[in-house]
């Protein structure tokens, strides 16, 4: 017996033309990658917009890198869950389906996602402060890596608070969701912009929005069916119902 809910969105997805599915850290949460705002709101120990910014890494470089040299450790032997390969599985099944992240693991890529904006850049690439160098990898770059071109600092390729999202990245996702008749809103807390707006431009819209959190967020009122549940466990319910 399949749950309604699962029913439902299975019949959503085949009757759509083009599909847009945005995630969060939330996506990634059953991988093993901390999110960040869940339980305290911190994340390993600071307030994300305390130490993810320009300022923060001006006045203590020390501190911003050590946070970042952490996550790209934690994240080396982690690998994607049943939930990135059912979405990866989708785009080969469905004409159109693109995948829109905040997330900076990677992990879509890696479970064979081939259609994705990665709004907020990747943790696995890091680049110069001051020349166009950049390198890709995990690897330990040790305490404070300095660039092998010029000797300037380097710093992860991500983006920070109040810095400007890719430009490629959301031009690409406002066409794509602006092309859309179904979005997936999966693990996100909906607190960070530009990437929430992309989830009230669809609203606007009129697009039938689904939220696949454990938790309700600020935007869940625009989500027609929610699935209260881990999205590994619901990823795979859908496709089994598909
Ligand atoms: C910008 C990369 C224009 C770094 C990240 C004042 C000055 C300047 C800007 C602002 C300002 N006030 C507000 C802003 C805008 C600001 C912003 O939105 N702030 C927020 C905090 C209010 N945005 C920006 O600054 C953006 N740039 O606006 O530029 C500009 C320029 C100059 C001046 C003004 C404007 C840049 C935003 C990008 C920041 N970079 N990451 C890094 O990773 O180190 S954001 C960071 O948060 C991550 O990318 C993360 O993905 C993202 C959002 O969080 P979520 O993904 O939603 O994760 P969260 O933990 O919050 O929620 C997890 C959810 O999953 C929960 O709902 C939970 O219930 C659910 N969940 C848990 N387990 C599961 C699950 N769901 C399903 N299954 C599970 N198993
Ligand atoms: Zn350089």
């Known amino acids: 017996m399949i749950p309604s809910t699962y029913a439902t969105v299975a ?4 009757e759509s033309k083009s599909i847009v599915v945005t995630t969060g850290a939330g996506m990634s949460a059953e991988s093993g990658v901390p999110t960040f705002r869940d339980e305290t709101g911190l994340w390993m120990g600071y307030r994300p917009e305390e130490v993810a910014t320009p300022t923060a890494f001006a006045r203590d470089p020390n ?13 080396a032997p982690i690998q994607p869950h049943v939930g990135h390969r059912v979405l990866a599985g989708w785009q080969q099944r469905f004409e159109d389906l693109t995948i829109i992240t905040q997330n900076v693991d ?23 402060t001051a020349c166009n160098h950049q390198q890709q990898g995990l690897d330990d770059l040790g305490a404070l890596p300095t660039c092998p071109n010029c000797g300037a600092l380097l710093r992860p390729a991500v983006v920070w608070f109040e810095e400007m999202l890719p430009e490629a990245a959301i031009v690409g996702s406002s066409e794509a969701i602006d092309r859309c008749d179904l979005l997936l809103v999966i693990g996100t807390s909906n607190r960070v912009y530009p990437a929430a707006a992309l989830v009230e431009q669809a609203a606007l819209r009129g697009v039938p929005i689904i939220e696949i959190n454990p938790k309700p967020t600020p935007l869940s009122n625009l989500a027609g ?16 119902a598909l």
């Open 11 to 14: 019949q959503h997805l085949r």
């Open 63 to 75: 501190l911003v890198w050590s946070f970042y040299r952490k996550r790209r450790a934690d994240l």
């Open 106 to 128: 990677g992990l879509h890529e890696r479970a064979g996602a081939t259609r994705v904006f990665e709004l907020h850049g990747r943790l696995d690439l890091t680049r110069c």
């Open 225 to 240: 069916v929610a699935l209260r549940e881990p999205c590994g466990r619901a990823l795979a319910g859908i496709d089994a």
